[in-house]
């Protein structure tokens, strides 16, 4: 194995020097993520930050060579360990290559380096306007190549789909330090395998996504936000089924239930009424005339629904409020206890009151306290669950928790994650979650990408190497 002077050394030949970190407490930052109850013992040996596709090529032409470790990475922000460094080696940091290289208003078309903020790239495009909806909420940091990596959604998945969604073409760098370019530039593509989607959500254990080309649509003229107050959380999220009957179909519809209502609006006040047992934050888009129609229509069905109380927000300022009030439920739970971790399950739309009543029932049974906000849209629903992670008995109360969560989504016929990812958090449950067969296929085509298991190793499962 290289030394990590060696390695030092040789990087310097790929990069500037002041674009590589080797000193411990430098490299420490980078051996952690966004998830709180995983906590890596190992630190990457040097975190490097290339600028160019050609000198990511060279640093994967270094470590395949040798075998080292790597990891790449955006922001850190995901919440499933799936950038902490389990065996050392090699973080490639991408913010350095951050720039939007081409908007094409007429194909309606966006290229990007693998670097680019999530939020930046929606500004930027705005003003030319077009839109790029997928909105993780934390995309004022979030990266485009942790988006991919990650396959990311966000709160207008509902009516516009998910990063996945989003991608045309990719230029990756292979384990090899080979390039490939995948996709094209154009909206409908019939040729050949969608190699690009391959290496969405597959969290960089195939190959390291440097350049993307990504869809735009055009910006809608305006939009309204309304948030709707239920005694029952059955009534909320049946709500979302009388909508869709309706003809209505709004860009976002997101859940809040009581204890969330509660603990934001005591750390956060921003007017939340807190004896209602669930609230939905509902954006309608469109055209402005439309605008009364959509409201109206809505309003009635929110009604017959069962909706106590309807808030329309007016102005753009109270519609910041209701979203603030939203955005700020992780950290008003953070507030309850000296931790706060969170998960994302998903199920069919018909079976969302199961699953917020079944993680109800499976917290209070464990003495842990969760506040529940999701995207119930689509069937996302995301548990933040306050407690100590220094305290053994809660820690372990948690694993019970999350392993009852896992069980319970499954059984409704969900999934383990919609947007979040595997990563280290979720991948002993992994093997339940997906048919025999195609993990089989999924481990060979690891193998075949990347033969020597450098890419992101012990991510989503464990192959040899």
């Keep these: 194995m290289i030394t990590k002077s060696k390695m030092t050394a040789e990087l310097e030949n790929i990069l500037p020097k002041k674009n590589i970190l080797s000193a411990v407490e430098e490299c420490y930052v980078y051996s952690q993520d966004g998830t709180n109850d995983i906590e890596s013992d190992v630190i990457p040996d040097v975190v490097v930050f290339p600028e160019t596709v050609e000198e990511v090529q060279?640093?994967?032409?270094?470590?395949?060579?040798?075998?080292?470790?790597?990891?790449?990475?955006?922001?850190?922000?995901?919440?499933?360990?799936?950038?902490?460094?389990?065996?050392?080696?090699?973080?490639?940091?991408?913010?350095?290559?951050?720039?939007?290289?081409?908007?094409?208003?007429?194909?309606?078309?966006?290229?990007?380096?693998?670097g680019v903020v999530v939020g930046?790239?929606?500004?930027?495009?705005?003003?030319m306007g077009l839109f790029f909806p997928p909105d993780p909420s934390n995309l004022k940091v979030s990266t485009i190549g942790g988006a991919i990596a990650q396959s990311a959604g966000g709160p207008k998945t509902f009516k516009y789909g998910t990063t996945k969604d989003y991608v045309l073409g990719l230029k990756v760098v292979l384990a090899d330090g080979t390039l490939m370019e995948t996709g094209t530039n154009t909206i409908k593509n019939a040729t050949g395998y969608h190699l690009e989607q391959l290496f969405i959500g597959s969290e960089g254990t195939l190959g390291i996504v440097v350049e993307a080309v990504l869809k735009l649509i055009p910006k809608p003229e305006t939009t309204q936000v309304v948030m709707a107050y239920f005694n029952s959380v059955d009534e909320a999220t049946n709500s979302v089924t009388s909508m869709i009957d309706k003809n209505i179909y709004p860009s976002t519809i997101d859940f809040m239930n009581k204890n969330t209502l509660q603990t934001v609006e005591k750390f956060y006040p921003c007017g939340l009424l807190t004896n209602k047992e669930a609230a939905l934050i509902i954006e309608v888009d469109g055209f402005k005339i439309s605008m009364e129609t959509q409201i109206m229509r809505l309003e009635t069905v929110l009604r017959l629904s069962g909706a106590t109380d309807i808030i329309i927000a007016n102005t753009s300022e109270e519609q910041e409020k209701i979203w603030t009030g939203r955005r700020a439920s992780f950290g008003a739970t953070a507030k309850l206890s000296p931790d706060v971790v969170t998960n994302d399950m998903i199920v069919p739309r018909e079976n969302i009151s199961k699953l917020v009543s079944g993680i109800s029932e499976i917290c209070d049974r464990h003495g842990l306290v969760v506040s529940i906000v999701g995207h119930i849209g689509d069937g996302n629903i995301h548990p933040q669950i306050a407690l100590d992670l220094n305290n053994e008995n809660e820690v372990k109360n948690y694993e019970n928790v999350k392993k009852e969560f896992y069980d319970l989504t499954l059984r409704l016929g969900g999934t383990l994650s919609a947007e979040h990812g595997i990563g280290l958090e979720k991948k002993e449950y992994f093997a339940r979650a997906v048919d025999s067969v195609a993990l089989e296929y999924m481990k060979k085509m690891k193998q075949m990408f990347d033969p020597d298991n450098i890419l992101n190793p012990d991510k989503i499962f464990d192959v040899e190497g």
């Design 120 to 127: 930046k790239l929606q500004e930027k495009v705005s003003e």
């Design 58 to 114: 060279s640093i994967m032409r270094f470590a395949n060579a040798h075998k080292i470790p790597v990891v790449a990475r955006g922001a850190g922000t995901n919440l499933v360990g799936a950038c902490i460094t389990s065996r050392g080696g090699i973080v490639i940091n991408f913010t350095k290559m951050d720039n939007i290289l081409e908007i094409n208003k007429t194909n309606m078309t966006v290229r990007v380096q693998a």
